[in-house]
């Protein structure tokens, strides 16, 4: 079993949709958590922490279910700049400070 | 502040050959990692680095893999000899020291390795 795991996608949605990814963590030791958003071909860069009284960032909401070792990332309005890989990540708990990144899913916003 | 800078961009090399990668962390970081990723298995931690010490390298495929980090501003990913399912793409990324692990990473731009 993945450690991290989330849906491949691809989300195909409209300019202005909102979509909601998920993702489940194997560790219930796990600390941390994040999304970040991975383009074509580039790095991944860091989209928004993940805590445990869910948090937002404008069209950007993360929310945290340490009961069902499960996150999720919900994105409203969605713009066609949206378009690209979203990585749920997971630091696993002390001692250890790599993080995990699960497979990411894709999304496609289309005009 | 230049952000994480790797070397090559793109190396393209043929099997048996010696390959070696390079990392500039940013300036203050005491965390460095390399991952390396495929479109099979996403995104894998190899080694990481604290303070120039290597912490955790269970990543590591094999004995055809090393990694040094002689000093906090560099680090070197070296594959010998190369084979065909090394291609890939191997990050660099490196976060500050603090008393949790909330800090994200900065990755750098990647080297796109091909072993022909």
């Known amino acids: 079993r993945k450690e991290v795991e989330q849906d491949p996608g691809p989300f195909n949605v409209p300019e202005g949709a909102t979509v909601a990814f998920n993702c489940t963590y194997s560790?219930?030791?796990?600390?941390?958590f994040f999304w970040y958003r991975q383009d074509c071909r580039k790095e991944p860069k860091l989209l928004m922490s993940?805590?445990?009284s869910g948090n937002e960032d404008g069209r950007f909401t993360a929310q945290l279910n340490r009961a069902s070792q499960y996150i999720s990332l919900l994105i409203r309005d969605s713009k066609l700049s949206d378009s690209a890989t979203y990585l749920c990540?997971?630091?696993?708990?002390?001692?250890?400070?790599?993080?995990?990144f699960g497979s990411g899913t894709r999304l496609q916003v289309q005009p | 502040d230049a952000g994480v800078i790797q070397s090559p961009r793109h190396e393209v090399t043929e099997m048996g050959q010696e390959v070696t990668l390079r990392c500039k962390p940013i300036?203050?970081?005491?965390?460095l990692f390399w991952y390396r990723q495929t479109m099979m298995r996403g995104l894998e931690l190899l080694i990481y680095?604290?303070?120039?010490?290597?912490?955790?390298d269970s990543g590591m495929p094999e004995d055809r893999f090393s990694a040094k980090m002689p000093n906090a501003s560099f680090s070197t990913l070296k594959i010998q000899p190369s084979e065909p399912r090394d291609s890939a793409v191997y990050f660099c990324?490196?976060?500050?020291?603090?008393?949790?692990?909330?800090?994200?990473?900065?990755f750098g731009s990647g080297t796109r390795l091909t072993v022909v």
């Open positions: 993940v805590y445990s």
């Open positions: 300036s203050g970081h005491d965390y």
């Open positions: 990540v997971v630091n696993e708990g002390t001692g250890r400070r790599a993080l995990t």
């Open positions: 560790n219930s030791a796990s600390q941390s």
């Open positions: 680095f604290n303070n120039n010490v290597p912490i955790d």
């Open positions: 990324a490196s976060r500050q020291q603090d008393g949790t692990a909330n800090y994200g990473y900065t």
